[in-house]
């Protein structure tokens, strides 16, 4: 987010790439399955604190 000014008024600006498409589709056959996502989100439901620790460790 980057600051705009117009006018004496200050107005944050959001800017960003699109995300790239990560989740198999039938449009986007070359993904990542769907039980990999899932399987984050059942972590981050279940332990969110370890779940970071070990993903700190996975990712370095």
């Known amino acids: 987010m980057t600051n705009f000014i117009t006018g004496g008024l200050r107005r944050p600006l ?3 790439a699109g995300p790239p498409i990560m989740r198999k ?3 986007y056959p070359g993904s990542l399955p ?3 996502f899932d399987g984050l989100r059942a972590g981050l ?3 969110r ?3 970071f620790r070990v993903l700190h460790r996975i990712l370095g």
């Open 45 to 47: 439901a279940g332990n």
């Open 49 to 51: 604190a370890q779940f």
């Open 14 to 16: 959001w800017h960003s």
């Open 25 to 27: 589709t039938e449009h």
């Open 34 to 36: 769907t039980e990999i």
